[in-house]
């Protein structure tokens, strides 16, 4: 048995199922409209997808937007998630670029949970997941392959490697 992660008043653990609703829009007033009409659909927890939002590009509008979001959803959990196009994501972005964006976020205390892909550069996960977790973020490590399901060794490896960098694993084909 795993152990279970509790992130606000939701717990992650083995058996469980959890509603993980996404939080998509160009514009602030675009996520904004959805962003309540969320809160009382029965989600567990939100996923902003950052990759989505026009202005991902510009860090103080991107922390504008997620203090204005975090108000919105009032006290569900809030997932940040920045998806690079090479996972199925809207737009890409530099590796530097990507890793200072979560570390805003994860340093705001607006989020709970921030999403890292896999691969990327062990050192500066590393170094993401001890920032985040000092902040009191929880991590969670995704991998994403929309074109094959590879074979189960290679699956097996990737959820390991994920398990040594962060406590909850996502894999998705």
Not at 31 to 42: E, F, K, P, S
Not at 102 to 129: H, K, M, P, Y
Request: charged residues 25%.
């Amino acid at each position: 048995m795993t152990n279970a992660v509790t992130v606000k008043n939701i717990t992650f653990q083995e058996g469980e199922t959890l509603i993980c609703v996404p939080l998509i829009g160009k514009t602030l007033d675009e996520i904004l409209g959805n962003a309540h009409g969320l809160v009382d659909a029965g989600a567990d927890i939100i996923e902003w997808r950052v990759d989505h939002f026009a202005q991902v590009r510009e860090m103080a509008q991107v922390m504008a937007a997620l203090a204005e979001i975090r108000g919105a959803l009032k006290a569900l959990p809030l997932l940040f998630t920045f998806r690079s196009k090479k996972e199925g994501g809207e737009t890409e972005l530099s590796d530097e670029a990507y890793f200072a964006l979560n570390r805003e976020a994860a340093r705001s205390g607006l989020v709970d949970v921030i999403d890292i892909e896999l691969f990327n550069d062990e050192a500066q996960i590393r170094a993401l997941v001890d920032d985040a977790h000092a902040a009191g973020v929880k991590v969670i490590m995704s991998n994403h392959d929309f074109h094959k399901t590879p074979a189960q060794e290679d699956i097996i490896y990737r959820l390991r490697r994920m398990q040594d960098l962060g406590p909850i694993c996502r894999r998705s084909r």
